[in-house]
């Protein structure tokens, strides 16, 4: 594959990610939805089966869609994809397709969902683009990003050791364990660019009430699960 066929594939992939993901967001959020206050496992399974669709999607990149995992992969040594080195030229044109699908199709599910945003009353945005903590302690918030994208790194690279092909499905599966366990005090961003790339269009966009898009907290979703990539692929060297 050529680097461009990297990025496409690796934007293409999260775009659908982001679109379906925000989107669960906002018919869990926006009161004059269909799906509104369907729930935290509602939202929990809706990501592990957006995540499950993206990975085909994105398949000949090997489905990163994540710049934790990209770092991970890059720090164990394994190939990116088949026929993909792990260089950091590389690395870096998946986290840049990475990070601009989740901010377009974060957009596009603000498009979606327009006259609903249009009718809002009081300040709910930002939830639906991007993670807050349930409770504001930035170093525990943190150790939290950290541990869940460890778990989630740490499966990724040790999956490949098995002779099964476990593919997408069971990726799903890992997500919304993590979602169900480890999700609830920051909201289980694990991936810098689903929370960086959605905040950002939240800061864009034309959103009806949608108050501050948080930029003092937006280094946690960041930092923390790409600690979590180099924890994770420590701990699968180790093994």
């Keep these: 594959m050529s680097l461009w066929h990297v990025f496409f594939s690796e934007f293409l992939g999260t775009a659908v990610l982001l679109t379906i993901g925000t989107s669960l967001c906002a018919n869990n959020t926006l009161r ?27 398949f000949k990149s090997g489905a990163h869609l994540n710049p934790a995992v990209t770092l991970g ?12 080195a792990v260089t950091w030229s590389n690395a870096a044109m ?3 397709g990475q990070l601009l699908g989740a901010f377009v199709g974060s957009c596009i599910a603000y498009l979606v969902y327009l006259p609903h945003f249009d009718s809002v009353t009081r300040e709910t945005s930002l939830g639906i683009f991007a993670t807050t903590p349930a409770i504001r302690r930035p170093a525990s918030n943190l150790f939290t990003e950290i ?9 990724l690279l040790v999956s490949n050791y098995t ?9 799903a599966v890992v ?3 993590i979602g169900m366990g480890l999700g609830g ?26 108050g501050s898009s948080d930029w003092g907290y937006a280094w946690i979703p960041v930092v923390g699960p790409l ?11 180790a093994l």
């Design 175 to 177: 997500i919304v364990a």
């Design 32 to 58: 004059t939805t269909k799906g509104f206050n369907a729930g935290w496992i509602g939202i929990t399974f809706g990501w592990g089966f957006a995540v499950f669709t993206a990975a085909y999607i994105a």
């Design 94 to 96: 998946y986290m840049s």
């Design 73 to 84: 992969f890059a720090l164990h040594g394994s190939e990116f994809a088949p026929s993909i």
């Design 163 to 171: 002779e099964s092909s476990l593919g997408p499905l069971a990726v």
């Design 147 to 155: 541990a869940a994208t460890t778990v989630l790194v740490l499966w």
């Design 227 to 237: 600690i979590g990539g180099v924890v994770g692929a420590f701990l699968a060297g």
């Design 185 to 210: 005090p920051t909201g289980y961003a694990i991936n810098p660019a689903r929370d960086l790339g959605p905040r950002i269009a939240h800061a864009v966009l034309p959103l009806r009430h949608k």
